[in-house]
């Protein structure tokens, strides 16, 4: 009895060829292949390539630019900052994005409609467009909420925020936003509807029915939103590019001016080479981690 | 004095109308059944008790005191959800526990409770296993342990058994019913299984529409119907036209050739309701001519054409000859097995 059990799934994959899921995913596999693996590849091996102000590229292996990047404390704050960037933006989201999602969950109907449109709204409009509006609300003297609270007699000064982490992390945030709504949203679908009910009747109060109740369920959405905003955000561009320009730079525009300005592209490459090598080391060991703590949630 | 009372309790959802003029008086340590088809409200109105919606109308008191006044979180009652809504990120244990961590019992007093109303429902070594590791009725039996665990004023139940299959759920029955004799909780059960009804409750509380067609014993309600709904919600039974015949002294109870003293405070058209299994084949009494005849075991079925329409009639398989398809019978049952309603059947 058991030994067709186990033949069966193997006599069908016989019939259905060995090859046949490899012909099937071909197209796609080529595709990540030609246009990703490759160029990554290339990325990779440039990075220990030399280059002159004269010279030029020059295809030979050497670790100049890792050794560059590795000594030069200039490099050390650069990454530093963004990852700052980069989790401050993560924590401000999670702390204003969860109680977003769940406040939008208990709405009924017709206004959870209209505000989740609200809320991912923005994702159809692009990202450039939507920092250009912090900088047009606070740009120096000329942003329409300083002119407004300067003429008030509000502030005297302009308030800082171009060229400022701070106006980085408030515009990556807005930016951001919607997938971590979208996150702990979907992990807010599966609770059972019952539950804050269950809890009630056990006598817990508001307070404790969401501390002891609603967060545990909803962490493993909150800790997933975050990975994705946490590496949207240290390798944004058009944001910090921006906000911060050319005086407030962070690893994804110092890889861009690099490559554009300087030219200097093996440096360039190696930069970016060392951001994507961090930002998968952080994910995957984030990623184990929560899922070995939530084991029982996401079961 | 009543226990639980509910005094003309209404329910509406804007403009509908889900639960309407609902009384009943529960009595202590009683077990009561909501029993109705699906939408006819039993959840709202349980939910109503339980405190999760206000009634739009009329009072519930428990021991007398205006339950509505008091916050769900402080009416101490339990309850035993329908998805069971267990907190799948604690252990059966910490599920169990929770309602006394809220009522900040002690530490050693609530791991012995805890640990006494697990093995009470047969989960003595499961503490540490989280519910999504447990089978449906052993999830069923952790939701009803933390309800019970906090010693609840009254024990609330929506379909409790509604999720098992057919073999667990009778016996999760007959283990609810003899937990519940133990210690003697106040008990609503919400269900649309007359079976699980009748086997379980004191009295059943039969709903439609939002109305009680009928409050009774499991015998009352099975008997002596107050309703066409309720005689053909509870198990099948037979509607017979029929008339009074007064010219007679003492007047005639008449259906077909079928005839019987006539009981008091009726004239005009009736119905007469008989359950099959009470119906026999005589020498007098409604002909008949049997359509089908089908072997059940222990019984027999027979449907047949009447006089006064189709009849279904049952017969205990007891060794004696029956009737064969296309015979013609004649059907009688004694008065006191029938139950005659005002005006013509449905
Ligand atoms: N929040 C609500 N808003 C509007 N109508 C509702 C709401 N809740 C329930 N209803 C309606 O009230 C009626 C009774 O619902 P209820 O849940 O009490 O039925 P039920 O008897 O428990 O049925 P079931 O056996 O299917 O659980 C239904 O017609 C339902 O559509
Ligand atoms: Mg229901």
Same mark, same amino acid.
């Given at each position: 009895m058991t030994a067709v059990a186990d033949t069966a799934p193997q006599s069908a994959a016989r019939e259905r060829g060995p090859r046949t899921p490899w012909a099937l995913t071909a197209p796609a596999l080529l595709l990540f292949v030609g246009v990703l693996l490759i160029p990554l590849a290339m990325t990779v091996m440039l990075s220990f390539h030399d280059w002159g102000q004269y010279k030029g590229i020059e295809p030979v292996f050497i670790l100049k630019n890792w050794h560059e990047i590795a000594t030069d404390p200039y490099y050390a704050?650069?990454?530093? %900052? $963004?990852? %700052?960037i980069a989790i401050l933006t993560t924590l401000l989201t999670a702390v204003l994005g969860a109680p977003e999602a769940y406040i939008l969950n208990r709405m009924s109907g017709r206004w959870k409609s209209f505000f989740l449109l609200v809320i991912l709204g923005p994702l159809l409009i692009s990202v450039v467009a939507r920092t250009l509006g912090w900088a047009l609300l606070f740009g120096g003297n000329n942003g329409l909420v300083n002119k407004l609270l300067m003429s008030l007699g509000v502030i005297r000064a302009p308030i800082p925020f171009m060229f400022t982490e701070t106006g980085m992390v408030v515009a990556l945030a807005h930016v951001m936003m919607p997938f971590m709504v979208l996150s702990v949203w979907a992990a807010l679908q599966r609770l059972d509807p019952q539950i804050e009910n269950a809890a009630m009747s056990l006598g817990a109060g508001p307070v404790t029915i969401i501390r002891r109740i609603i967060m545990p369920q909803i962490m493993p959405g909150v800790l997933s939103g975050a990975i994705i905003v946490f590496s949207l955000s240290a390798s944004a561009f058009a944001t910090?590019?921006?906000?911060?320009?050319? %005086?407030?730079?962070?690893?994804?525009?110092?890889?861009?001016?690099?490559?554009?300005? $300087?030219?200097?592209?093996?440096?360039?490459?190696a930069v970016a080479t060392l951001l994507l090598v961090a930002l998968i080391l952080i994910v995957v060991g984030s990623n184990a981690l929560i899922e070995r703590r939530y084991a029982e949630v996401f079961r | 004095m009543a226990y639980l009372e509910l005094d003309r309790v209404a329910k509406q959802f804007g403009a509908q109308t889900v639960v309407d003029d609902f009384s009943l008086a529960v009595g202590k340590g009683e077990f009561i059944s909501f029993l109705g088809p699906s939408g006819c409200g039993k959840t709202t109105t349980l939910q109503m008790i339980a405190g999760f919606l206000d009634p739009t109308r009329g009072a519930i008191r428990l021991e007398g005191k205006d339950l509505t006044a008091i916050h769900p979180a402080k009416r101490g009652l339990g309850i035993v959800f329908q998805s069971y809504a267990l907190f799948p990120h604690m252990s059966a244990a910490e599920n169990v526990a929770f309602g006394l961590e809220m009522r900040n019992v002690p530490r050693a007093e609530r791991a012995e409770r805890v640990r006494a109303a697990l093995a009470m429902v047969g989960l003595a070594g499961y503490e540490d296993r989280h519910p999504r590791r447990m089978s449906g009725g052993q999830q069923q039996r952790v939701a009803l342990a933390r309800a019970l665990v906090i010693k609840p004023s009254v024990l609330l139940l929506d379909e409790p058994l509604s999720n098992l299959d057919a073999k667990l759920r009778e016996d999760?029955?007959? *283990?609810?019913? @003899?937990? @519940?004799?133990?210690?003697? =909780?106040? #008990?609503?059960?919400? =269900?649309?299984?007359?079976? *699980?009804?009748?086997?379980?409750?004191?009295?059943?509380?039969?709903?439609?529409?939002g109305r009680i067609e009928q409050i009774g #014993?499991? *015998? *009352? =309600?099975?008997?002596?119907? !107050?309703? !066409? /709904?309720?005689?053909? /919600?509870?198990?099948?039974t037979n509607d017979f036209a029929a008339t009074i015949d007064r010219t007679s002294a003492p007047a005639r109870l008449v259906a077909g050739s079928w005839s019987a003293p006539a009981p008091a405070g009726f004239s005009g058209p009736v119905t007469v309701s008989v359950r099959p299994e009470r119906i026999g084949f005589g020498d007098a009494g409604l002909a008949a001519k049997i359509v089908t005849r089908i072997f059940q075991g222990n019984h027999w079925l027979f449907q047949c054409e009447s006089e006064c329409g189709p009849a279904i009639v049952i017969r205990q398989?007891?060794? &004696? #000859? &029956?009737? !064969?398809?296309?015979? =013609?019978?004649?059907? !009688?049952?004694r008065p006191e097995d029938m139950s005659v309603r005002a005006g013509a059947p449905a």
């Open positions: 704050e650069m990454f530093w %900052r $963004t990852f %700052r910090p590019a921006i906000i911060g320009g050319r %005086r407030l730079k962070v690893a994804a525009t110092l890889a861009y001016d690099e490559f554009l300005n $300087t030219l200097n592209w093996p440096l360039g490459a | 999760m029955q007959i *283990e609810l019913r @003899q937990i @519940q004799r133990t210690i003697g =909780t106040t #008990t609503i059960l919400v =269900t649309h299984d007359q079976n *699980e009804a009748m086997s379980l409750s004191d009295r059943i509380v039969v709903m439609s529409q #014993t499991p *015998e *009352e =309600t099975y008997e002596r119907p !107050a309703s !066409a /709904f309720v005689s053909q /919600f509870l198990g099948k398989n007891d060794g &004696q #000859t &029956q009737p !064969a398809e296309g015979e =013609t019978v004649r059907l !009688a049952w």
